[in-house]
């Protein structure tokens, strides 16, 4: 099992452009969960996604998206990037029935934005 | 005040040390506690998680939960050297609003020196 990966590993994007970052879950799983880790702090939650579709969303704005697939993959967009987006973007999955608090991390995509 | 409150340290000790790490939170419609441990540059792994007031031990590693406090630990007993990363905690309501995301604290680290 090759447990929650996600690509790229590493990304550098200039202010104003757009950014997607990939995630597929564990397998089995079909809850995928996107968090924003700044460097010294704990992960905060952006949004969840569950049958295709956001089911929670955090405290971050518009500019931030998502999708989820049939096949369960996620995909996080970041539009118009700016400096303070610069942060390590970790996904997480679930398994089904499980109320979603066992959540697994992928490796993460450390995203760097000049 | 924030809703998970977590010593960021740093914390170091000799090896074969039991160590302690703590959190409190503010948010009485947390139910879920999680312990993750993080290498450095990788994602977050679940050590252990817990749902009740009290004990759970799984081999060095012990989680305590006092809900009346609103205070929760992680114990790790013969601390090795591999043991050296930074330990989140992690909570989640049981239901509403907040009951897909988890909240983190800020993180932990820990060094245990040979």
């Known amino acids: 099992d090759a447990g929650v990966t996600q690509s790229p590993t590493h990304l550098i994007k200039t202010r104003g452009q757009q950014v997607t970052l990939r995630c597929s879950p564990k397998s089995g799983h079909d809850t995928v969960s996107w968090y924003q880790q700044a460097l010294g702090q704990g992960p905060q939650f952006i949004f969840q996604?569950?049958?295709?579709?956001?089911?929670q969303r955090g405290n971050f704005p518009d500019r931030f998206s998502g999708h989820q697939f049939p096949n369960y993959s996620s995909e996080l967009n970041v539009n118009a990037l700016l400096l303070g987006d610069s942060a390590l973007y970790l996904c997480?999955?679930?398994?089904?029935?499980?109320?979603?608090?066992?959540?697994?991390f992928g490796p993460g995509t450390r995203l760097t934005v000049t | 005040q924030k809703e998970v409150e977590q010593d960021p340290g740093p914390l170091s000790v000799p090896e074969g040390a039991i160590v302690s790490l703590n959190c409190t939170y503010s948010?009485?419609?947390?139910?879920?506690f999680m312990w993750y441990r993080q290498y450095s540059r990788k994602g977050p792994e679940l050590l252990m998680y817990?749902?009740?007031?009290g004990n759970k031990e799984d081999g060095r590693f012990t989680a305590q939960v006092d809900k009346s406090s609103k205070y929760i630990s992680l114990f790790i007993r013969d601390s090795q050297p591999s043991d050296s990363a930074t330990y989140l905690c992690?909570?989640?309501?049981?239901?509403?609003?907040?009951?897909?995301?988890?909240?983190f604290g800020k993180g932990t680290k820990l060094s245990v020196i040979p």
């Open positions: 996604y569950y049958e295709e579709e956001e089911r």
């Open positions: 992690a909570m989640k309501g049981y239901s509403g609003a907040g009951s897909y995301q988890l909240t």
């Open positions: 948010n009485s419609a947390f139910q879920y």
């Open positions: 817990t749902y009740s007031s």
């Open positions: 997480a999955s679930s398994p089904p029935g499980q109320g979603t608090y066992e959540q697994y």
